[in-house]
């Protein structure tokens, strides 16, 4: 868990109990106490955390906070006309415990408590509203802000965690992944040139995690162009982020080998779809889909690929789709083994291979997809 969740859940907490005890009530003190701690490990670790509340949603910094969507506490405070909180140090005890019971008095409706404050000295907590154009967007709504950069830091740390509790726990968190695929949205919705592959590598051991970021942002465009709902779009870009999943067991010197597999070294990586739907479906029940597209991601339109199967049939929509970005990332990437294919060649590899290893149907308006993403790029001037 971030720190900056970790400071959420004592600052609700001590709200909770804020409105039940009176100030200097050790219950609330122990509270009280706790979120000050988790403060100064969050004031430690960032300069000046800054929290902006939507609704339902919870951004730190400018992008969604992995696992706070939905948080008890935020459409509270947003409703109050507390958007955005920044603390900036220094702050002492006696100016946070304040700002909470600030806090708590605008949320209960009461006059705000004075906050303490040093003219002239640098530092304090400061909130109130900010400039959006939707302030308390649907659930089912991308977020729309006027001023709110993005960066996509927190989903890859995010994506790389998710990765490393299915590797060690056999467990896949689902708050994590959905608040991932929710801030993917998002940036997809600000910048529509996020559909091109938008996060490259640093190191090859990077390689899955930048690889179902990119995968889970072609899916859901590609699902939004075909006029699927938008919980449909959502689970499409679950799938995308977890249908790799299953590599999780696949150790790195197999996975970033620069030469050709071993048979047993093959047998190793033809068995992650099967291992990641396996994992899915044991991680939780409403994963059924992401389960389904991990295991059939990669056979192909007319019955090849892995796993086999043994008697043909179609796979489902999702998979199919998925199989396409996932190729199309695949071959845009670069790889021990290999450079990174041009955009043409990629391009036209996946209209020869329409019909045999992908959906005819589905090839062509994905890449009439990534010409318009592409669009501005060409026609910008050297």
Request: net charge negative; proline share 7%; aromatic share 8%.
């Amino acid at each position: 868990m971030t720190h900056a969740a970790r400071f959420l859940i004592s600052f609700g907490r001590a709200l909770s109990l804020s409105s039940l005890y009176q100030t200097g009530h050790p219950t609330l003190e122990r509270a009280l106490e706790s979120a000050w701690t988790d403060l100064g490990d969050l004031l430690a670790a960032v300069r000046q955390p800054t929290f902006t509340f939507l609704g339902e949603h919870v951004l730190f910094g400018d992008v969604p906070l992995p696992g706070r969507h939905g948080w008890e506490w935020a459409s509270r405070l947003s409703g109050c006309g507390i958007q955005r909180v920044q603390f900036e140090p220094p702050i002492d005890r006696d100016q946070f415990v304040a700002f909470l019971l600030d806090v708590d008095a605008r949320l209960t409706g009461h006059p705000p408590a004075p906050v303490p404050a040093c003219p002239g000295a640098p530092g304090g907590i400061r909130l109130g509203a900010v400039g959006l154009r939707d302030t308390a967007p649907p659930s089912d709504a991308p977020i729309r802000t006027a001023t709110l950069a993005f960066n996509l830091d927190v989903e890859i740390d995010t994506a790389r965690w998710v990765q490393q509790e299915a590797a060690d726990h056999h467990q896949i968190p689902l708050l994590e992944v959905e608040a991932t695929v929710r801030s993917l949205s998002v940036a997809m919705h600000a910048h529509p040139q996020v559909i091109l592959p938008l996060v490259r590598l640093r190191e090859f051991d990077q390689y899955t995690t930048a690889h179902s970021l990119n995968v889970s942002v072609l899916a859901m465009g590609m699902a939004e162009r075909l006029g699927l709902t938008a919980a449909e779009i959502r689970a499409y870009g679950v799938a995308g982020l977890l249908h790799d999943i299953g590599k999780t067991r696949i150790p790195l010197d197999i996975l970033n080998k620069p030469g050709r597999f071993t048979a047993s070294e093959r047998d190793t990586m033809n068995r992650h779809p099967a291992d990641g739907a396996r994992l899915i479906l044991a991680s939780d029940k409403n994963l059924d889909l992401a389960a389904v597209v991990a295991y059939e991601h990669h056979i192909m339109i007319d019955g090849g690929g892995y796993p086999q199967i043994q008697y043909r049939r179609g796979c489902h929509d999702a998979s199919r789709l998925v199989h396409i970005c996932d190729v199309f990332d695949a071959l845009r990437t670069r790889r021990p083994y290999r450079d990174e294919w041009p955009l043409d060649r990629t391009c036209a590899h996946l209209r020869e291979r329409a019909g045999i290893e992908f959906d005819p149907h589905l090839v062509e308006p994905f890449l009439a997809m990534i010409d318009e993403a592409c669009a501005p790029f060409e026609s910008t001037p050297a």
